[in-house]
């Protein structure tokens, strides 16, 4: 798939930048209803079975529907499958707890790849490494560059899973560690129990609203609010998949946004997603940690609470995300009292016709105590509005125009406070 988007930031901080994404094998659509009607393209699968030759065949996907009624041949035995491409549509699901793979019955190995490349302009100055500030999706100022290069294959069958994610370019380079800066994920996992399934490795977040891929999120750029949520884990999962409509979810990670450990303490989520129907999705993320050094006597326990919703209706597509946390010792004025951080972010969309939609986002971020910007400063606020729109003149390119502004109440940028 190849997506073409041009992001422009005025006033007095001011950012163009050029998009391009490529998805080998899959279409993406601006939702379910355009999904639905746009998927026409042929998927590769290539059976193969123990002691059997491999089969090589051209599935049309809008002929499942007639093979599904078909009277299952029960005399022959299901042969795992390999899937080069999908045509899942990954808007605004992207850190969503569970995927549409662990319902799968049959053995099934899907292998994808990526690819986001854009050019920037900002007129504010770039910082640490030449990046601008608030880096993570287009963080390079006046040029060409790679947001990201990703392969992706993903293992599913009926009581086992895993997935493996290597990556490259700008998103790694100014938001993933040194060690295992290429392994976007890497996680195996069974079913322990009925409903219930165990994973453990480098898990991909699922806290916030928007991802750091940007074809699951429906602007280029990545909200301050999200910015700052963890990105990356490493730890075990214990997934609870009570319906099709619910799913809980506890965890033991390393750290905040870590893959290799900085101390003895562990951190502890809690996650639940709830659909009550096909147009709403509901997510709950509480993280507890603590992210003192050893050496440190005093400890800074921090709980971190993040909620976010999706509707999806029609020409409608909107999301609203909130975070709040606190951490022990943290305030600035009195180091033995509590400090606070909080966000919010609320971002629509609206297909005005099959091939042009418009959207918009308003977004506001306070961590005065600077528990989660560390020496980063933001001054007591950072709030933004991002306004654009998307052309699609096919159905697997897409042109964007993104106009964007940051505003702080501190002299954060080059030109003042905005």
Known sequence: ?????VLSRLSKVKTIILTIYFLWGQIYAQNNNILNSQIADNELVVE??????????????????????????TTRRRAPKFVFGTGDNREMLGTQITHKMDSLLNPEL????????YFAYYDDDTETNDFVQFPTLEPRRDQFSLNMAL??????????????????????????????????????GFRVYKKWWLDAGFFKTHIGLESFQPRENITSSMSIPNLFDPYYFSGIKLTYVANSRLNLQVCTF????????????KAFDF???YNPNDHISVTYNFLTCDETLDYVKTKHQRYYQNAYATF????????LDAN??????????DTTKTGIVYGGTIVGKYNVAKRFNIYGRVEDFSDPNRILTGSMKTGNYVCGTTLGFQITPRKNIAFSTEWRILQSDARIFRQGNT
């Open 1 to 5: 798939m190849l997506i073409l988007n």
């Open 48 to 73: 193969t079975g123990l002691g059997c030759v491999p089969e090589f065949n051209i599935r049309h996907k809008t002929n499942q529907a007639n093979e599904a009624e078909k009277p299952a041949d």
């Open 110 to 117: 899907r292998i994808s790849g990526y690819i986001s490349t």
């Open 151 to 188: 392969i992706n294959m993903q293992y599913q069958s009926r009581d086992t899973r895993a997935g493996l994610a290597l990556h490259y370019g700008d998103v790694p380079a100014c938001a993933w560690p040194t060690t295992f800066n290429l392994i976007q994920e890497a996680n195996a």
């Open 254 to 265: 390393n750290g905040y946004n870590e893959y290799i450990e900085d101390n003895r303490n």
């Open 271 to 273: 996650s639940l997603n």
């Open 312 to 319: 999806i209706y029609n020409h409608f597509t909107i999301g």
């Open 324 to 333: 709040f946390g606190i951490q022990q010792n943290s305030l600035l004025s």
